[in-house]
């Protein structure tokens, strides 16, 4: 009996001229985290983080870049970055909120938070406002549980939430460019 093979691998998209791993980011791996490794694979993380910084996602292209640089396979690549989720495959809105759901949150009203973003906003988790200003998340325990509930607005964290302001607060943000999240798209 023959097998049905199914081909997973997408057609590429268009790759964009500029490389994603630019010169200077290839010169801040090589320097500060090859040393530390005994292997280049061992600085993928580290790389990830940085380009997430940057850009906000981990695009196609630079999954591919990761790959040549580092001297492994893309579904080397490919594997770490669908294992955690903080690394997004997708670009996101100016303003990333990520709304801890872990115990003491969750205890303290998170769910309270996410329905009111819903109703406000008109997002659940993993969804982005259409006017790409707000994408929400839920994730684990960002560390902060005394403060319960929390949530990061991008890298500031927001503590002893109450719903309803706090959605106030999402509204008030300023439009973009003026987040100071540091991402270039
Ligand atoms: S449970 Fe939410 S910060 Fe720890």
């Not at 709304?99 to 329905?115: F, M, N, Q, T």
């Amino acid at each position: 009996m023959a097998w049905l093979v199914e081909d997973r691998l997408k057609p590429y998209r268009a790759k964009r001229a500029e490389a994603y791993l630019t010169p200077e980011i290839k010169k801040l791996v090589s320097e500060k985290y090859f040393p530390r490794y005994p292997t280049k694979h061992a600085a993928l993380l580290p790389l990830f983080h940085i380009i997430m910084h940057e850009y906000g996602y981990i695009a196609e292209q630079a999954i591919d870049e990761a790959a040549d640089f580092l001297e492994i396979t893309r579904a080397q690549v490919q594997d770490a970055v669908s294992f955690y989720e903080e690394f997004r495959l997708t670009p996101s809105g100016e303003y990333v909120v990520n709304v801890c759901r872990s115990i003491a949150c969750e205890l303290c009203g998170h769910k309270d938070i996410i329905e009111k973003i819903r109703t406000v906003f008109g997002i659940d988790p993993g969804e982005t406002t259409a006017d790409n200003k707000i994408t929400l998340f839920e994730v684990e325990c960002l560390g902060a549980c005394e403060q319960a509930p929390c949530a990061l607005i991008n890298e500031d964290l927001h503590g002893c939430l109450k719903a309803d302001d706090f959605a106030v607060r999402l509204q008030q943000l300023p439009a973009a460019a003026s987040n100071g999240h540091g991402h270039r798209h």
